[in-house]
């Protein structure tokens, strides 16, 4: 408000001095908002958390948080509009929304895993299901879903799903990058991971923006979201450079020309991140920490691209059984162009050339290294992490040490300024899309019949009870589709026509026996195993008219919008027949094994097998990236 107020009492005032007294003050508190804001950016942001435990000589990783949200209660509202919409005794269902909400809770505390990551996505799942059963396109169902934003903490409610799905991607994705971190960087391995899980990370994040394009809460907007996939892929090609590096760095000819490629592809990366998080909107809401990393990796690695290629070329004289051609093509390739006056063959046959060019990418280094470690002390976060102005430090005075043997009075007039090295990498990180399709989850309200058919955005009449009998074993119809199943060809004067069937009718139950999910041959069976007693069935009629036939299917592809079908009920054949099954009530989805106080179930690890199918979770992943490895000839 201060702000507000001194800005309008600048464009009003006309006198210099006061003028000059408002921007004074004006300064103060734009000074004031800045460190508020560092300060609230340690709430929520920081890129010391979730990083591996680790011993290592690394330069941490950036972590997404999770998006934090408030309970909502289904209940009241899918059972009213159970009763309402499908006309069936809402008490029937209250295991399911149970399970619905119980699912949600735990969702809020995911475990750091692949596990964590299966839970989030089953429920994505599940919301296309619960979307399409009770939320209707044309009116609001009054359940609010706020959740806050993970960069600023401003909420965000609304009464559409959209939020809840966008919200439940934008974790999966933020819990891959968290994956990512925790990777164990000292092993194979888990640098692996870290490469995978950050790819995974962009390309949920990628598909959100892509998916949800008008998600009001300011972390999901497509703008920033494309800073994030930057962000990720920079982190996976950093990881896949540590991969490189990992059983150290020999002191050789085309392994130096290799990891100076290697090194100038990361500071690129991280030059075009730090680039994309200055610009409007997004630089606004960038953590001041994430953008300050960004430029002291941009930095850094340039640095040591630079590194490279000057022991490349101080280091190794090319002796009569070299392959002569093999190294001036690598030399000529170091670079988009050679220094005036300079030729890759000569240069490589002249001793002198190869130590002047070899110092002058020393001095780029060292101006590299300086502006890096200027970049880190400006910002108080990065200051405070003793591994990252560790590694910044030693990597500086290895180049300096390196640029003092060699160094001579007049080189600050006789040497030519090293070119760039040309960014290249053996392996380009891309983006992992997400595998939707593969994501299967038993619908919690199948019971309600098959979705093609019983789905929010159809209407029915109430169910009518008809009572009627076979004479002489013709029933006066025949049927036609499956699951369920439709009366047709209904003979006007028959006695299921003159109890009220009409073709086109969808036959819901038998002599109470539940027909829903019965194919054709099944329903068949049981009408038939009647003979000429009265057969008592429950009908509805869609008010559509232009409704089409239907036909059982088995999985719900979460990878095509709106494209839905359901897992089918396993029912015993001798079960289906059974003209007196009731429905058992069953365990809640989150209540394994014992009654448990719904409202305090938030546990991520009692989740039955039964309810979301799901691969045997992976180990535990560990930790973050080694940079300058000690057992190296250079490092």
Known sequence: MRGSFLAMNLEAATNPKVREQVRLELSFVNSDLQMLKEELEGLNISVGVYQSTEEAFTIPLIPLGLKET???????VLKDFILEHYSEDSSLYEDEIADLMDLRQACRTPSRDEAGVELLMSYFTQLGFVESRFFPPTRHMGILFT?????????????????????????????????????????????????????????VLNYLKETFTHTPSYDMSPAMLSVLVKMMLAQAQESVFDKICLPG??????????????????????????????????????????ASLACVKAHHYGALAHYFAATLLIDHQLSPGADEDHQEKCLSQLYDRMPEGLTPLATLRNGHQRQQLGKSHLLRAIAHHEESAREASLCKKLRNIEVLQEVLS?????SRLKYAQHQEDGDLLDLVEAPDIVAKTEQEVEIILPQLSKVTAADFFQKLGPLSVFSANKRWTPPR???????????????????????????????????????????????????????????????????????????????????????????????????????????????????TKKISKKLSFLSWGANKNRQKSASTLCLPAAGVARPQAKKKLPSPFSLLNPDSSLY
């Open 70 to 76: 408030k309970d909502v209660d289904f209940s009241v």
């Open 147 to 203: 959740w806050y934003d993970s960069l600023t903490g401003v909420p965000v409610s609304q009464q559409n799903l959209l939020l809840e799905k966008a919200s439940i991607l934008f974790n999966t994705g933020a819990l891959y990058t968290q994956i990512g971190t925790r990777s164990n960087r000292q092993t194979q391995a888990g640098l692996e991971s870290a490469v995978d899980a950050f790819q995974r990370a962009a390309g």
């Open 249 to 290: 760095i020999r002191n050789e000819f085309f392994m130096l020309v290799k990891v100076a490629h290697e090194a100038a592809k990361v500071g690129e990366v991280y030059r075009q991140l730090h680039a994309a998080m200055s610009q409007a909107p997004v630089k606004k809401n960038i953590p001041y920490s994430w």
């Open 394 to 398: 030693a990597a500086h005075q290895r």
């Open 465 to 579: 009870t008809l009572r009627f009998t076979a004479e002489e074993g013709d029933l006066g119809f025949t049927l036609r589709g499956n699951s369920p199943v439709q009366v047709h060809f209904l003979d006007p004067h028959c006695s299921a026509a003159l109890a009220g069937a009409k073709e086109g009718d969808y036959i819901v139950s038998i002599q109470n026996v539940d027909c829903k999910w019965l194919t054709l041959s099944e329903v068949m069976k049981l009408l038939k195993s009647f003979g000429e007693d009265a057969i008592e069935m429950k009908v509805v009629s869609l008010l559509d008219s232009a409704s089409s036939m239907h036909s059982k299917s088995a999985t719900y592809s979460v990878g095509m919008q709106k494209t839905y079908s359901m897992i089918c009920l396993a029912i015993d054949d001798d079960d289906k027949t059974d003209k």
